[in-house]
């Protein structure tokens, strides 16, 4: 029996970066439970392809080209969702990249990408959006953090600062929507396997230093990220705004000694 405290059922949700690994993942998982998904990335063959694969039934996946780093592609992606649904119920705000090299390494051009997709594009969609959820007086924003917000990894500079920020995006926007019945969280995964990362943790050194330092030991997936963001879009997280919750297997509770148990 479904519980409609958890219930995004005919919520309109947009997902920035929706055509694979995280975003992909929490578009599905809001398709698979009735909400009307827009994906939105650079690559329009990729996003038909994945909104073709993740669509459910009467629930079809929709796609739409948009560059985060475009103000007229945000507001006309935007317009044309309002237009056609009325409003937005929730933005999932995942379109980021990333690159690792020692910090005396990294040009500006590169510095500069990195802090433009993460946290100048998130803020973008975020406004464009909050303005529609404003007029209305509901909405909910939900931004991809990361645990390098927490504890920085060595050689992530620009990415650790763009997720800092955000996290303080997503606390300051929560501070000035929270009265107009707006609310921003952000989600902080651990870990996760994906395309982009699956390499890394093939080496065995690196998925050695992960296990040993991950309570649950595991490696996290994407749709280890959809739960959360279904509560945080439904009702059962009405009185819950301006928080980051680390989706990370226990990575930032603590530090693990080197001792068996």
Request: charged share 20%; net charge neutral; proline share 3%.
């Amino acid at each position: 029996m479904s519980d409609p405290l958890f219930s995004v059922k005919d919520h309109v949700v947009l997902v920035s970066g929706g055509s694979r690994g995280i975003g992909r993942a929490i578009a599905a998982g809001f398709a698979q439970r009735g909400a009307h998904v827009v994906i939105t990335g650079r690559q329009l063959d990729a996003l038909n392809q994945t909104a073709k694969e993740i669509s459910q039934g009467d629930s079809t996946v929709q796609a739409m080209v948009c560059d985060v780093l475009d103000t007229n592609k945000i507001e006309k992606v935007v317009g044309d969702l309002v237009s056609q649904h009325g409003h937005i119920d929730t933005l999932v705000n995942v379109a980021g990249v990333n690159q690792r090299k020692p910090a005396v390494d990294y040009t500006e051009d590169e510095y500069d990408h990195i802090m433009g997709v993460n946290l100048k594009g998130a803020f973008l969609m975020s406004q464009q959006v909050g303005r529609h959820m404003l007029a209305r007086g509901s909405g909910s924003q939900i931004n991809i953090s990361s645990l390098n917000s927490q504890r920085t990894v060595s050689h992530l500079l620009p990415y650790a600062v763009s997720k800092i920020g955000m996290d303080q995006m997503t606390r300051a926007l929560a501070m000035e929507w929270g009265k107009a019945g707006v609310r921003v969280n952000a989600i902080g995964p651990g870990f996760v396997e994906t395309d982009l990362t699956r390499k890394v943790w093939q080496d065995t050194t690196m998925e050695n230093w992960r296990a040993a330092n991950t309570p649950q030991k595991r490696i996290g997936t994407p749709e280890d990220m959809v739960g959360t963001a279904l509560f945080l879009a439904s009702p059962a997280s009405a009185y819950l705004t301006g928080q980051v919750i680390y989706v990370d297997g226990g990575l930032t509770a603590g530090r693990m000694w080197p001792f068996s148990e």
